[in-house]
């Protein structure tokens, strides 16, 4: 008799979270909420130029639409490669936004951008990468720390490979050289 219960009490715990045998929704009117036409979990994307890897994208989840070459990503992570083929730059962000046609980038939230043969650090809510003009950039606060010297700037610009860093409006102390700007 007992055994009988406890079907009956599983049988009834899985119609009622089926919606009562099949008069609820079905998962497919679940997706219908989504705010891509495809999502796709735990990506690798890998940007070219001419052939070329130039880096590889990371991201825990990418919103695709169908009428659009825009993807949305969440928790990005972009490790950028110099023209020798070792790692240049590392990338995390909270969101971003890949051309799928261009493979430019737009990251988001927390951007923390790691020169890898400087050790150069770039901290912004938002950086622009674009792998065919070989540049990375902000137009938003930004901070450049460099061998302990903290400036923060307007924005800046790079190249790729994060040899060449403009700050706009740069302002900080530097501490070994004794310059104050």
């Known amino acids: 008799m007992r055994t009988k219960s406890l079907w009956a009490v599983l049988a009834g715990a899985t119609l009622a979270a089926c919606g009562g045998g099949g008069t609820g929704p079905r ?6 909420d989504l705010p891509a036409d495809y ?6 994307h890998y940007l070219t130029d001419d052939g070329v890897r130039r880096g590889i ?16 990503l969440r928790k990005v992570h972009l490790l950028l490669y110099g023209t020798d ?6 990338l995390v962000s909270r969101t971003g936004k890949l051309n799928q046609r261009t493979s430019a980038m ?14 150069d ?4 809510e938002e950086l622009h990468y674009d792998p065919n003009m070989h540049k990375v950039w902000s137009t938003v606060r930004t901070v450049r720390i460099q061998n302990g ?9 790079a190249d790729d490979q994060m040899r060449n860093v403009e700050m706009t409006r740069p302002r900080g102390q530097v501490q070994g050289l004794k310059v104050t700007f």
């Open 27 to 32: 998962a497919a009117d679940l997706y219908r």
């Open 39 to 44: 999502v796709m979990l735990d990506v690798n």
């Open 57 to 72: 994208l990371n991201a825990d989840t990418a919103f695709v639409y169908v009428d659009s070459a825009t993807v949305d």
């Open 85 to 90: 083929g070792k790692d240049a730059a590392d």
């Open 106 to 119: 737009v990251a988001r939230g927390a951007v923390v951008l790691v020169a890898k043969n400087t050790g």
């Open 121 to 124: 650090r770039i901290e912004t």
């Open 149 to 157: 010297n903290r400036v923060t700037a307007d924005g800046f610009t």
